[in-house]
């Protein structure tokens, strides 16, 4: 049989294997509007650069191992030559004073020097350099960092950095064997009462045919296993990779965790994460995550992926105690880890927010740029008529209009004018 091949991007391969140091959440501008700016900056930049410098180059390398091909890929920002010598330039637009940056910041150099060693896998020179390139969003002020690299050197980086990355990969497929195999013979684990038999099958062929079911069934007939079980036969038949089971409230997630579980005791084998509201979870009095406020957030990146590898090939469920406990251990902040760790499992029961909403859904799952083979399961689908107009709508109050717009005198013009 052919090897699977996992494909993924320069960016996220660094920021998920080389990120360390403090969570802090005291962001300044928005996402969006700090993108826009970048992007503008960008095509700036390398307008400027002169006809010797080609921007924007779609490069990518396939390393094998014994049981999956790893594709890299990304666009570099930049690839020029100058007195002979091959640069890589890595552009980061950012709000900080540029002049003040001693040094580059790991990820970004780590991902020029991704695309340095796939170019040299190209060209073969005996050294590549790698330029990192800051520009302000506001001032556009520039400044410039310069390395250089022999291939032997980048090629003992890029090989850990990326056996650092299979060791995630090759859990994954092995326990994706192990959890499709326990489902050759998993049967429905009861007699089928009046109606089960036809939601089940009913949900399966609506899973296969990528459609959508809306289920209307009296109380006690059992609406919550005959629509996991089907979901959990799909994904097990290849037709979705990860089960969202979505509620309004917590009685009814204790109905599905257990519908769950007695799957399990029926020989299925399947991770399943339970997200519980930040507040729940937060070790702290406030959520105030940032290391002035809170211990946990202090070095959280340095440790959450271990905490997170070591909780996800020791278990398969994972309820607040459980998260607390390792959150506890390994001293990261529990709903970050618990955020991240959502990504790895088979199926994630959570409130209806963390899909719908737009200021709290799942950024991992439902951001930008990325995707997946997802199914759905709404539990009483009619509350989110309700829900639906709350996370939807939006309410301004002129008095705080006029404070904000008062508190940004002395700091932008541009605000105070919108505002």
């Known amino acids: ?55 924007e180059v779609s490069l990518k390398y396939k390393t094998e191992y014994e ?44 991902q020029a020097m991704c695309y340095a060693w796939i170019y040299a896998q190209e060209q073969k020179p005996e050294k590549i350099g790698v330029q990192m390139t800051y520009g302000n969003l506001d001032t556009e002020e520039l400044k410039f960092f310069r390395e250089e690299y022999t291939l032997e050197e980048l090629s003992l980086w890029y090989q850990e950095l990326l056996d ?23 049967e429905f684990p009861f007699e089928y009462r009046e109606g089960q038999r036809k939601i089940v099958s009913g949900v399966y062929h609506t899973i296969s045919t990528e459609r959508q079911i809306f289920v209307q069934a009296p109380t006690g007939v059992g609406k919550t296993m005959s629509t996991i079980f089907p979901a959990v036969r799909a994904v097990g038949a290849g037709l979705g990779e990860n089960i969202f089971y979505l509620t309004a409230k917590t009685i009814t997630r204790t109905v599905a965790e257990e519908a769950f579980s007695i799957l399990k005791e029926h020989g299925l084998k399947f991770k399943v994460i339970t997200i519980t509201a930040k507040e729940k979870l937060c070790f702290c009095d406030k959520t ?7 211990l946990w957030a202090r070095g959280h990146l340095d440790r959450v992926n271990d905490a997170v590898f070591e ?34 499992v088979d199926a994630v029961i959570c409130d209806y927010n963390y ?3 737009p200021n709290v859904y799942l950024k991992r799952f439902f951001g930008e740029g990325t995707s997946g083979e997802y199914i759905f399961l709404i539990d009483e689908a009619h509350n989110l008529v309700d829900r639906g107009r ?30």
């Open 67 to 110: 049981d999956v091909s790893i594709q890299v890929e990304g666009r570099a920002d930049g690839i020029f030559t100058e007195d002979g010598q091959c640069w890589i330039d890595e552009i980061k637009g950012v709000y900080a004073d540029v002049s003040q940056l001693e040094k580059p910041v790991e990820v970004h150099r780590a």
């Open 355 to 357: 899909v719908f909403d």
């Open 164 to 186: 650092r990355y299979h060791k995630w990969i090759a859990y994954q497929l092995a326990w994706k064997k192990e959890r499709n195999a326990s489902m050759s013979d998993l």
């Open 390 to 419: 709350e996370m939807y709508s939006a309410h301004v109050d002129r008095a705080d209009v006029l404070e904000a717009k008062r508190l940004a005198g002395d700091y932008s013009k541009g605000l105070v004018r919108a505002l």
């Open 311 to 344: 909780l996800w090939t020791t278990q398969d469920s994972y309820d607040r105690d459980t998260l607390l406990e390792y959150a506890k251990k390994w001293q990261v902040c529990p709903f970050e880890m618990c955020l991240d760790l959502a990504v790895w």
């Open 1 to 55: 049989m052919d090897k699977p091949v996992v494909r993924i991007s320069v960016r996220n391969l660094v920021e998920f294997i080389l990120r360390s140091g403090d969570l802090d959440n005291r962001g300044g501008s928005s996402d969006r509007e700090a993108m826009q700016k970048g992007s503008r900056l960008h095509r700036k930049i390398q307008g400027r650069m002169g006809s010797h410098y080609r921007a």
């Open 288 to 294: 105030e995550c940032n290391p002035e406020n809170c």
